[in-house]
């Protein structure tokens, strides 16, 4: 279902068109109202006239996070502040959290956009959607509630938390379509199925997931234990929040990046380059609309490659594949990098186990060390000691042969593992 259809299947030469003049306003409006940009582009000798084609792209500056950092919390805004009418801010892990600022118009277009997500998703004003992504300065709550209404459906705000009590609002209000992080979708499933709510009869049909790396086994767990289609979206809040591109119904196929919004790049994050489509690299974004608080060429950190066959749902739009990790959340040990996102997929393979695990990095004698802790399921929990040890190997022997790195494991019982109401936090790193 097309939310803005003519948009949404610009041929490409349009799009390109559209992009330009947009890139050349954005490059002029932050050159003039900007100072840490325009500053940049000074050193750089670039001026706004200097920029003639999509491809000129490549000499404009990069922006990371940092940047948002030093200038918190308004320092990177483009219009007076008087202008802008919501905040919200990622809760950093590490130092102070980045802090958005969006205008009137940058609200409307977020709510469009969330709006064409949805649709894309298969979801229709007909729908009821669940939504349980926090609301509050984090955006995913606010994202979706503001694309549902201006879709037309109807918006259940439930927000995270008092998993108990949603497992019963599910049953109560009948809900079709449920949007929250793929982890805490599992935990709602098993929760509800403790109240003795069967998922698969409450007439879900979707379920929009998103804000955390999942993997496409993961995905497969979902969608036969909850009984519903499993659709990834992305978004940051730095470029906007949910919606800045959607997994359309065709259905794992990519996720669409809403061009006319947004220009896509994929780097190699060491040397910088541009990527070629199906290489993996660093995914980069612009904010081309943005009037609050725009970017150029926002450094993401995510690991994704670019699709640009046709997609056969007929919208335009490049595609990315789902997100494999993060460049900053690779962990090294003893030498060898490894994503957390390859750990998860060898574990959900592995009979027995169950999608919730936690990893601990550690040092011995200044040698790293990992242990991965997994729950196993209810099935084999009881089996003989010897069983489980055996199945301790087994894994062990996987990690070791397929991603080359010599992990400790430990079952642990099912449901024994901290449960998150928003992101999972999968990662302990107590190496200090
Ligand atoms: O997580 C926005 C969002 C809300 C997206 C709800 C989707 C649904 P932040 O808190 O700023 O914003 O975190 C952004 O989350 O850079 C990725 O690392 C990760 N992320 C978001 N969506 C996905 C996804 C929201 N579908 C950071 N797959 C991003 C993998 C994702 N990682």
């Given at each position: 279902m097309?939310?803005?259809?003519?948009?949404?299947?610009?041929?490409?030469?349009?799009?390109?068109?559209?992009?330009?003049?947009?890139?050349?306003?954005?490059v002029?409006?932050?050159?003039?109202?900007?100072?840490?940009?325009?500053?940049?582009?000074?050193?750089?000798?670039?001026?706004?006239?200097?920029?003639?084609?999509?491809?000129?792209i490549?000499h404009?500056?990069?922006?990371?996070?940092?940047?948002?950092?030093?200038?918190f919390?308004?320092?990177?805004?483009?219009?007076?502040?008087?202008?802008?009418?919501?905040?919200?801010?990622?809760?950093?892990?590490?130092?102070?959290?980045t802090v958005?600022?969006?205008?009137?118009?940058?609200?409307?277009?977020?709510?469009?956009?969330?709006?064409?997500?949805?649709?894309?998703?298969?979801?229709?004003?007909?729908?009821i959607?669940?939504?349980?992504?926090?609301?509050?300065?984090?955006?995913?709550?606010?994202?979706?509630h503001?694309?549902?209404?201006?879709?037309?459906?109807?918006?259940?705000?439930?927000?995270?938390?008092?998993?108990?009590r949603?497992?019963m609002?599910l049953?109560?209000?009948?809900?079709?379509?449920?949007?929250?992080t793929?982890?805490?979708?599992?935990?709602?499933?098993?929760?509800?199925?403790?109240a003795?709510?069967?998922?698969?009869?409450?007439?879900?049909?979707?379920?929009?997931?998103?804000?955390?790396?999942?993997?496409?086994e993961?995905?497969?767990?979902?969608?036969?234990k909850?009984?519903?289609?499993?659709?990834?979206?992305?978004?940051?809040?730095?470029?906007?929040?949910p919606?800045?591109?959607?997994?359309?119904?065709?259905?794992?196929?990519?996720i669409?990046?809403?061009?006319?919004?947004?220009?896509?790049?994929?780097?190699?994050?060491?040397?910088?380059?541009?990527?070629?489509p199906?290489?993996?690299?660093e995914?980069v974004?612009?904010?081309?609309?943005?009037?609050?608080?725009?970017?150029?060429?926002?450094?993401?950190?995510?690991l994704?490659?670019?699709?640009?066959?046709?997609?056969?749902c007929?919208r335009t739009?490049t595609?990315?594949?789902?997100?494999?990790?993060?460049?900053?959340?690779?962990?090294?040990?003893?030498?060898?990098?490894?994503?957390?996102?390859?750990?998860?997929?060898?574990?959900?393979?592995?009979?027995?186990?169950?999608?919730?695990?936690?990893?601990?990095?550690?040092?011995e004698?200044?040698?790293?060390?990992?242990?991965?802790?997994?729950?196993?399921?209810?099935?084999?929990f009881s089996?003989?000691?010897?069983?489980?040890?055996?199945?301790?190997?087994?894994?062990?022997?996987?990690?070791?042969?397929?991603?080359?790195?010599?992990?400790?494991i430990?079952?642990?019982?099912?449901?024994?593992?901290?449960?998150?109401?928003?992101?999972?936090?999968?990662?302990?790193?107590?190496?200090?």
């Open positions: 097309f939310h803005d259809p003519d948009l949404e299947t610009l041929p490409r030469e349009d799009l390109k068109k559209l992009q330009l003049s947009r890139l050349k306003d954005l002029l409006r932050t050159y003039h109202n900007v100072v840490f940009y325009r500053n940049k582009l000074e050193e750089l000798d670039f001026r706004p006239e200097h920029l003639r084609s999509l491809s000129d490549r404009l500056p990069f922006t990371e996070k940092q940047d948002l950092r030093d200038h919390p308004y320092g990177l805004l483009a219009l007076p502040r008087e202008n802008v009418v919501r905040i919200h801010a990622s809760s950093g892990t590490t130092g102070k959290s958005v600022g969006y205008s009137r118009r940058d609200v409307r277009n977020w709510a469009g956009l969330m709006a064409r997500s949805l649709a894309a998703a298969g979801v229709s004003s007909r729908d959607v669940h939504n349980a992504y926090g609301y509050g300065l984090f955006t995913g709550g606010l994202g979706v503001y694309g549902v209404e201006e879709l037309g459906a109807t918006i259940l705000p439930i927000s995270g938390g008092g998993t108990k949603q497992a609002l049953k109560d209000f009948g809900p079709t379509v449920l949007t929250c793929p982890s805490y979708a599992l935990h709602l499933y098993e929760v509800a199925r403790e003795g709510i069967e998922f698969r009869d409450l007439g879900l049909h979707t379920g929009i997931f998103g804000a955390e790396p999942w993997t496409d993961m995905r497969l767990e979902i969608e036969a909850l009984g519903l289609k499993a659709l990834n979206i992305y978004g940051l809040s730095e470029v906007m929040g919606g800045v591109g959607q997994e359309c119904e065709a259905g794992h196929q990519g669409h990046i809403w061009e006319d919004h947004f220009l896509v790049e994929i780097i190699d994050p060491r040397t910088r380059e541009n990527l070629p199906g290489q993996t690299g995914l974004l612009t904010t081309l609309t943005k009037e609050a608080q725009p970017l150029i060429r926002y450094r993401t950190r995510d994704a490659s670019l699709i640009d066959t046709p997609c056969c007929g739009h595609r990315i594949s789902r997100i494999l990790g993060r460049s900053d959340d690779m962990l090294i040990i003893r030498g060898v990098n490894v994503f957390p996102s390859q750990i998860e997929g060898l574990l959900i393979e592995t009979e027995g186990l169950t999608p919730h695990y936690q990893l601990i990095l550690g040092r004698k200044s040698m790293d060390t990992l242990e991965i802790r997994v729950e196993v399921d209810e099935s084999i089996d003989e000691i010897k069983h489980l040890q055996r199945l301790e190997q087994k894994i062990k022997n996987n990690i070791k042969e397929f991603l080359g790195v010599t992990a400790g430990k079952l642990v019982e099912p449901r024994s593992l901290d449960r998150s109401e928003g992101k999972a936090q999968r990662i302990l790193d107590l190496r200090g």
